[in-house]
Structures are given as C-alpha cells and as structure tokens.
C-alpha cells in the first residue's frame, strides 16, 4: 500500500494549556486530543476524576471555539482550506456511555462533524477506554479510532483507524538528547513501517519536547508529532519546513 508520509502535530494533554483548543489551534496544530470524563449528561474535560471542574466541559472549551471557527472559514477547519483537523477524545472510563453522550452532542454540529454532508468536516477520533475492534461497525460511519501497533485489524476493522499511537516508553527509554541506540531505532522503524504499510499515520506518546526530539522522530517517519508545548513545535515548523 502507497503511503504519503507527512508530519504534523498533535496536541497532547490539551486541556493542560491555559487556553485549552485556542492555543494548539492558533499554533496549527492539525490533531488537538481532550480527555473525557462523564458526569451526568455532561462530558468534562480532566486528565484525572480530582480534576473535574464546573464549566470544564468538552462543549465549552473545545465544540464551541471550534465550530466557530469552521463556520468562520467556510466551512473548513482552518483558513488554509488544504489543512485538516482532527479532534481526538480520549475516553477516561465508561466508553459506552461516553460515546453515546458524544454523538448526541455531535448530531447537532452535522456540518462540522461528518463527511457526509461536509468533506471539509473536522475527523472525530477516540482514544483510551474503547470497544474491542469487532464492534467499531456498529458506530455511526464518522467517527475513527485510535490502534494501537500490537493489535490485529481486520481490512473491515483498518478503515475505522484513523492512526496508530503507542507510548515510546514500550520500545526506549531515549531522553531525547543523544542519538537513539541502533537497537532502539530498528524497535521504532519497524513500528512505524508496519503501520504505514497498513496506510495509517503513527503516532507515539510520551516523548521530550525538545527540537532533537523532533528532528530525530521526523527522520523515522513519525506522522504525528505528540508535543505538551504547541507553540514552540509551531516555530519549529516555521524554522526548518
């Protein structure tokens, strides 16, 4: 399978940024990733259930500055109608009742959300606590799903994934700095290779945010550069793209 390898940047731990959506979105990033909790009827966004505040609602910090700012732009993500975006949620527990306060919200955004009636729409993925791959059909068309490298997808499963993350910490304990061992990076090449001969964007978590970092990841073929700091991965762009 042909794979077109482009990297870009991914948002981590969004809701950890004083402007949680505007910042990473300001800073193009085109994959911006929300935790969830639910609570009631209400989706909050938190790392961690202690976390969980009033008003910290994934509508409130991320639906709404977000369908915004399509509407603003014609119907597309960013000003650049060539650039895409995916919001990805990362469900912290109770998936099945997560995803279905989740669409009951998204089903009143239709033109920002599915590519049926928009293919400029905003791609929808979910991460963390999720249904095993035999029941990703029974979800509505337009929402994706975060794999992982370990698991096996049928052809049917594979076109429901929209990338496949890992956290780095299973193949090297690489600070970032120094080069990779030759060990190490052949850990990573074979992840990153398996995936795209799938067709999938890779990405790993929990990497140093530092412009090695970056660099070194690139060269490997990583997709989705994961960063807690998107404005300085966006100077990072500007400066050797």
Do not use: C
């Amino acid at each position: 399978m042909l794979y077109s390898h482009k990297t870009q940047g991914h948002s981590h731990n969004d809701y950890k940024q004083d402007l949680p959506f505007i910042k990473a979105y300001q800073a193009g990033m085109q994959s911006i990733e929300a935790d969830v909790f639910l609570r009631g009827d209400t989706l909050f966004v938190a790392h961690e259930k202690q976390e969980i505040r009033p008003g910290r609602t994934l509508e409130t910090l991320y639906l709404h500055p977000l369908v915004a700012a399509f509407r603003q732009h014609q119907q597309h993500p960013f000003p650049d109608t060539n650039k895409t975006l995916q919001l990805v949620i990362d469900i912290k527990e109770n998936y099945q009742q997560v995803i279905s306060a989740l669409l009951k919200i998204l089903d009143t955004y239709e033109d920002v959300f599915k590519p049926a009636i928009n293919l400029h729409a905003v791609r929808i993925v979910l991460s963390g606590d999720l249904p095993t791959p035999d029941s990703f059909s029974q979800y509505p068309s337009y929402i994706s799903f975060d794999g992982r490298p370990e698991q096996t997808y049928t052809a049917q499963q594979l076109q429901r994934i929209a990338m496949i993350s890992q956290d780095i910490k299973h193949y090297t304990q690489w600070n970032g700095k120094e080069n990779l061992s030759v060990e190490d990076q052949g850990k990573l090449i074979h992840v990153i290779q398996a995936a795209h001969q799938q067709g999938k964007p890779v990405r790993f978590w929990a990497t140093t945010d530092r412009m090695e970092t970056w660099m070194t990841l690139e060269r490997l073929g990583v997709d989705w550069i994961n960063t807690d700091h998107p404005e300085e991965l966006a100077s990072y762009y500007q400066q050797h793209h």
